[in-house]
Nanobody, 118 residues
Framework: VQLVESGGGLVQAGGSLRLSCTAS?????????MGWYRQAPGKQRELVAS???????TYADSVKGRFTISRDNAKNMVSLLMNSLKAEDTAVYYC????????????WGQGTQVTVSS
């Protein structure tokens, strides 16, 4: 499974960005989870948001009300709309998809930089 991200960049505080990630390869979109993680310099990678194949979502407390995750199962795509961005949102954002039942997979994208200037 390969993941390709797009949409990162530099934005001023209060602005918006949309990240997109497309999966290819041996994807079975049923019973999988797609999500976004981020890693800031000197910090551990953390979950930002995830969405199941059925549409159930999870958000980090720090982004609730500001970020929205969505997916298109037909296109094997997941997106993250980020509004009201803050300087502390600056990080490398990684797309992830995992499936815990057979055929199992846990794949990561290469990461995309998001920089929020204050």
């Amino acid at each position: 499974v390969q993941l390709v991200e797009s949409g990162g960049g530099l934005v001023q505080a209060g602005g918006s960005l949309r990240l997109s990630c497309t999966a290819s390869g041996s994807i079975i979109s049923s019973s999988n989870v797609m999500g976004w993680y981020r890693q800031a310099p000197g910090k551990q990678r953390e979950l930002v948001a995830s969405i199941s194949s059925g549409g159930s979502t999870t958000y980090a407390d720090s982004v609730k009300g500001r970020f929205t995750i969505s997916r298109d199962n037909a296109k094997n795509m997941v997106s993250l709309l980020m509004n009201s961005l803050k300087a502390e949102d600056t990080a490398v954002y990684y797309c992830n998809t995992k499936r815990t039942s057979w055929p199992r997979y846990d794949s990561w994208g290469q990461g995309t930089q998001v920089t929020v200037s204050s």
